[in-house]
């Protein structure tokens, strides 16, 4: 079972579960890299410049500290009710609970806390939820959405 969100905390058991308690700031974490597919390192540097108009709709471009490749991903529905809900002064797509920027080990760390809390604990699940794993997750939207699966396979690594 995979992490799954749509809009903000979607259908599956699993998101259900985790968006009843955590924190809008924490569901905007899993909801951006559900559709966006990037690390966490990359997602927390996400800014607001680096959403583009294109004629097909919006995208975000990125240089991925990993590999050090841009990357040019579609706003996806979801993705873009996320930006749109941001106050117009951020420029950071996400913040920590105090409005501050994260790093990829903090959101990593939120999202753990939050899930266990849950009560979406390895030992529950009989699995581990990681942010990691919500790259499948994202490449499969990515590819609904019309990205080509070489484009998805550059930039997810």
């Not at 890299?33 to 294109?54: F, M, S, W």
């Not at 809390?117 to 609904?144: F, H, I, M």
Request: overall charge positive; proline content about 4%; some cysteine.
């Amino acid at each position: 079972m995979r992490w799954t969100v749509r809009r903000s905390c979607g259908p599956l058991h699993s998101a259900k579960l985790f968006c009843a308690i955590a924190p809008e700031w924490v569901q905007r974490i899993l909801t951006a890299v559900c559709e966006a597919g990037l690390r966490p390192a990359d997602l927390v540097r996400l800014h607001r410049n680096q959403i583009e108009k294109t004629p097909q709709g919006r995208r975000i471009r990125i240089r991925t500290n990993k590999r050090k490749r841009t990357a040019t991903i579609p706003v996806t529905l979801s993705m873009a009710a996320l930006i749109v809900a941001m106050p117009a002064d951020r420029m950071l797509i996400l913040v920590s609970d105090r409005g501050r920027a994260m790093t990829g080990r903090h959101a990593s760390d939120s999202l753990r806390y939050w899930r266990n809390k849950a009560g979406l604990t390895p030992e529950a699940l009989g699995y581990d939820l990681r942010l990691q794993d919500t790259r499948g997750t994202a490449a499969t939207r990515l590819l609904n959405a019309g990205l080509e699966l070489a484009h998805i396979a550059s930039h997810m690594g």
